[in-house]
């Protein structure tokens, strides 16, 4: 769970609604610091042909508006675990290494 000024916002909540996306094939959101709301959700997405500002407008048409992602960040794969799931820490790192600055 993660803190977005004051709201509670689970990340698996998050991930269910973006992956009714027609483009979204698989999606792993996380929190990245954020400059005035504390932190704010991040999304690492497979998709087909489709633009961040598509999946930002469909997570704001679907869902509560302080739970869509301040950025989407568009993967080949998503990093697994030994077990097959997915690697919340390492999607982090690769998030940071392309927004290091709080959003």
């Known amino acids: 769970m993660m803190n977005v000024g004051g ?11 973006l992956s009714a996306h027609p483009s979204v094939r698989d999606v792993c959101v996380i929190s990245l610091p954020h400059s005035i709301k504390g932190a704010a959700p991040v999304a690492l997405v497979i998709a087909d042909e489709t633009s961040e500002e598509e999946i930002k407008q469909f997570a704001l048409n679907n869902g509560p508006a302080y739970a869509h992602p301040r950025r989407v960040l568009f993967v080949p ?6 077990t097959g ?6 999607a982090k790192d ?3 290494q392309h ?5």
């Not at 799931?85 to 390492?90: H, S, T």
């Not at 927004?99 to 959003?103: A, I, W």
């Open 77 to 82: 794969t998503l990093p697994l675990s030994g």
């Open 99 to 103: 927004f290091p600055d709080p959003l």
């Open 85 to 90: 799931k997915i690697d919340r820490l390492a």
């Open 94 to 96: 690769i998030a940071l």
């Open 7 to 17: 709201e509670n916002v689970y990340p698996a909540e998050v991930e269910s609604l």
